[in-house]
């Protein structure tokens, strides 16, 4: 039984886009079926290689998403975190690991300068001598020094934490390709089996959030923590060619899909997302 389930849903990942459309041939699939004396029996054979493949699916989702992030989290609190804040603190000079960290730790300085004199001038403080002021501000910046260095710290644990994750990641993706094939086909049949509607405003939402006039604000919200993750520095020349370069190239292969692939499977779906798009 189980040796059928994997024959069956091993047919349903490998299936050929032809030249009738997908939503044609189950149409008369089901009509064909209906007209089987054995259709109830094929009925729960389905039902049972649709169940499989779900809690497979599920499964295995799980195992990707929370085994690179439960190693990911472990090495950092028992291997990562005591190494490299030995080797870091080991010198008392290292406190940024790239200019991007100096001018927003002089910035953070500056205000703290500014809103002391702006709160002495307005009364909220009492006027203090420069030696209180100097004091004030060695102490800010030595809680300064001790944050950036802290996130100079973290940015190194974070590229060696993670990359252990996708070594991880990789090493389920090739370990368990049946699975992976398992799941490919359930998303598969998941998106091929929603309605036109559902697949033009999912289509829509998608380009609306990534390629949209309004993408480019949160591209470079994600770009900036990405770079920080990693200690890189936050170079604006580079966002803004990532931010004009990379949502045309991700539409491009967006229109390419829809124009090689969704056309020939649901072009009713591509005629709705259109009429929806206008």
Not at 250 to 264: P, S
Request: glycine fraction near 2%.
């Amino acid at each position: 039984m189980k040796y059928w389930n994997l024959k069956k849903i091993n047919q349903l990942t490998f299936e050929k886009t032809g030249i009738i459309p997908r939503s044609m041939s189950k149409l008369f699939n089901k009509f064909k079926q209906e007209l089987n004396p054995n259709s109830e029996v094929d009925a729960l054979e389905e039902f049972k290689v649709a169940r499989y493949q779900t809690l497979t699916s599920i499964k295995y989702v799980i195992k990707l998403l929370i085994m690179p992030i439960l190693i990911n989290q472990m090495s950092k609190i028992f291997f990562l975190n005591p190494l490299i804040n030995y080797c870091w603190n080991k010198s008392s000079t290292h406190i940024f690991i790239n200019h991007s960290q100096e001018e927003r730790a002089f910035a953070d300085l500056q205000r703290f300068e500014e809103k002391l004199h702006f709160d002495i001038l307005i009364g909220k403080l009492e006027s203090l001598s420069i030696e209180n002021i100097e004091k004030k501000m060695s102490d800010k910046a030595l809680e300064i020094a001790a944050e950036y260095s802290n996130e100079s710290a973290n940015a190194i644990k974070n590229i060696l934490a993670d990359f252990i994750s996708i070594i991880i990641f990789t090493l389920i993706l090739i370990i368990n390709k049946r699975q992976f094939s398992i799941l490919k086909s359930f998303i598969n049949e998941s998106i091929y089996g929603l309605s036109d509607t559902a697949k033009a405003f999912l289509i829509i939402l998608f380009t609306d959030i990534f390629v949209g006039f309004h993408s480019p604000h949160g591209w470079e919200i994600i770009i900036e923590v990405i770079l920080r993750h990693f200690g890189l520095p936050e170079s604006r020349d580079f966002i803004f060619i990532f931010i004009s370069t990379f949502p045309v190239i991700l539409d491009t292969i967006f229109k390419y899909w829809i124009f090689r692939y969704l056309n020939k499977i649901s072009p009713s779906a591509v005629a709705t997302y259109h009429n929806m798009n206008e």
